[in-house]
């Protein structure tokens, strides 16, 4: 038998997670790196690891799961670098998203699509 | 509270002041997803641990919240400012209320 999966997350739910982080506002492309594999064999936990210098917080979206949000970073006085890595689930083939908020009020983005081997959100 | 939740982290024992130095945290944790159905096809409910914060006597070096597609034990590497000798102070926020704690010290020279 076919698995449903509950509801893959419709393009707004995405735009609606970006919209809830930036309110709406453009987002610049330099000044972000998100690293991400092309390929993930297990899409349990793929690496993923993001780098935004002097941002107050990242945000990580994976555009094609259940539900997109995946973490928020808040960097505190303390962090040495705005930068952090972590692994994540990814249900199939999609898009993930990184936005940074930077201190004067303007957001940078970056977004890399990874294929999936084996999906990671499904029963 | 889920079983054999045991956090680990690796931080450097001594660092010079004003250093930038790597932590890496991991706590073992099942992060049921809430996306699973069991044999019978009911919902597996969602129970992870939805917010990590990291400090460095009393200053905040990441504050992070997390969602379901976070994989099973959570697993973050970033780094910290030190300049004074201190210790760092690790929490873990579960779904079911419970806050998970540990602490490493730092010596600096």
Redesign the interface.
Known sequence: AI?L??GMASAALVDDAINAFTGGAEAGSDGITLIAPEIAENG???PIEVDAPGAEAIIVL?AG???P?????????????Q????????AGEQDVIAIARMPDGTFRRAQQEVKVTIG???? | MADNVTPRVRVPREASAGD???IRTLISHPME?G????GDGN?IPRSIINRFTC???G??????????????N????????VNETGTFNFTWYDDDGSVYEETADITVA
């Open positions: 698995t999966l509950p349990n936990t793929v994976a799961n259940p539900n949000g995946v973490a928020t970073f808040n960097f505190g006085p303390a962090s040495g670098a930068a952090a890595s972590t692994r994540i689930r990814l990671g959100c499904g029963g | 930038v130095v790597s997803s996306q699973r159905r069991d919902v400090d460095f006597n200053e905040n070096v990441i504050d992070v919240t997390m969602e379901p597609s976070i994989s099973t959570p697993y973050f590497q970033f780094s910290a400012v």
